[in-house]
């Protein structure tokens, strides 16, 4: 079986060459997005600091309370485990939310009433 899984938040352990010729640092945030051969070898989204952007203009740094700011995406590239840890199992409370929130961008109006219905029974149990 896999050391990691699919949405699981990890962190480099080693700076990597991107694509784009950038470098990611040791320690930058990522979430794995596929999972290669039972995990060999992972996709993974690696996000930079906070920043807000206005049309037509670069990023710009920001403060994590700015209204309109939102985690800079710096790379997708492919690692292998040693060259990543786990920060948070997808398996955990914030980690199944997210694969809800995942799983319900793919369902239909009449879909997701259903699942809105069944969570607001859930809740009053």
């Not at 352990?13 to 979430?31: F, M, N, Q, R, V």
């Amino acid at each position: 079986m896999s050391q990691f899984q699919l949405f699981d938040s990890i962190q480099l352990t080693e700076a990597l060459l991107l694509d784009t010729g950038k470098t990611a640092p040791i320690g930058s945030p990522g979430a794995i997005v596929e999972v290669f051969n039972h995990g060999e070898a992972y996709l993974v989204e690696l996000f930079g600091g906070w920043v807000t952007a206005e049309v037509g203009e670069d990023f710009s740094i920001a403060d994590q309370g700015h209204p309109n700011s939102f985690v800079e995406t710096i790379g997708l590239t492919t690692v292998y485990p040693h060259q990543i840890h786990l920060v948070k199992s997808a398996g955990e409370p914030n980690g199944i939310r997210s694969q809800l929130l995942a799983l319900m961008d793919e369902l239909s109006e009449a879909k997701l009433e259903k699942v809105r219905d069944f969570a607001q029974s859930l809740k009053s149990k």
